[in-house]
């Protein structure tokens, strides 16, 4: 019985800590986490440069009785400044609403993750820029 009892208190300080094959499964799953950051990163980058474009745009025009016309240059011209790339100024969407313009940013971006596996992120901006 003595040995017996040794025996258990032996095995209770031997069984702490972490299996190697339980360390590599967590360090997968860290790692699939950590790629899908890095691929999305730069779409979410991008949006912020579309974003700031649109943001800018309403800053610029808001209140300063702006026509469709130089709504769609400033966007083209700071595109062409910020290095959007995704996107063009074509895209986005200038229409006359009730009391001045709506500016829209819609667009899907897909970035490649794994073999045929991708992530396909929907983005969506929007002002008014008003008269």
Do not use: W
Not at 86 to 109: F, Q
């Amino acid at each position: 019985m003595v040995v017996n009892s040794r025996y258990r208190q032996c095995s209770k300080h031997r069984q702490a800590g972490m299996t190697t094959l339980g360390l590599i499964i967590l360090v997968s799953f860290v790692g699939i986490f950590a790629f899908a950051g890095i691929r999305l990163t730069p779409v979410y980058l991008n949006y912020m440069k579309v974003a700031g474009v649109i943001s800018g745009v309403h800053k610029e025009f808001d209140g300063a009785n702006a026509t469709r016309s130089s709504i769609r240059s400033s966007i083209s011209r700071r595109f062409d400044i910020e290095s959007v790339g995704e996107i063009t100024a074509r895209d986005v969407k200038v229409t006359k609403v009730e009391g001045g313009h709506a500016v829209v940013a819609a667009y899907s971006h897909k970035a490649p993750f794994v073999a045929n596996v991708s992530f396909v992120v929907d983005f969506d901006k929007r002002v008014l820029v008003r008269r």
